[in-house]
């Protein structure tokens, strides 16, 4: 059975920085692509960062330059490092397998909320 542990969120002002972590249970972590996701209020889920199981990692268009995504195999955990982070970054943040089709999962964890203030 498929657990996924979110952590690390929290209220930060604008230009702060967070580290958000990511333990998963019951999937063979090495050989899995992993994703970041997030889901502000009122707005569709969305892919935030992907890093696949050799290390190659993708960003959304908003959180280029800023955030960082990496994995340690060893923990099946994988991170967000989140720097420079402005007011619309604000969201419920979630881990999950890296997919373009992740609309589609039907289980997700209970995810860390990242607020940033102004």
């Known amino acids: 059975q498929v657990q996924l542990v979110e952590s690390g969120g929290g209220l930060v002002q604008a230009g702060g920085s967070l580290r958000l972590s990511c333990t998963a249970s019951g999937i063979i972590f090495t050989i899995n692509d992993m994703g970041w996701y997030r889901q502000a209020p009122g707005k569709q889920r969305e892919l935030v960062a992907g890093?696949?199981?050799?290390?190659?990692?993708t960003y959304a268009d908003s959180v280029k330059g800023r955030f960082t995504i990496s994995r340690d195999n060893a923990k099946n955990t994988v991170y967000l490092q989140m720097n420079s982070l402005k007011p619309e970054d604000t969201a419920v943040y979630y881990c999950n397998r890296f997919s373009t089709y992740y609309s589609k999962y039907d289980y997700w964890g209970q995810g860390t909320q990242v607020t940033v203030s102004s």
């Open positions: 890093i696949s199981n050799g290390g190659g990692t």
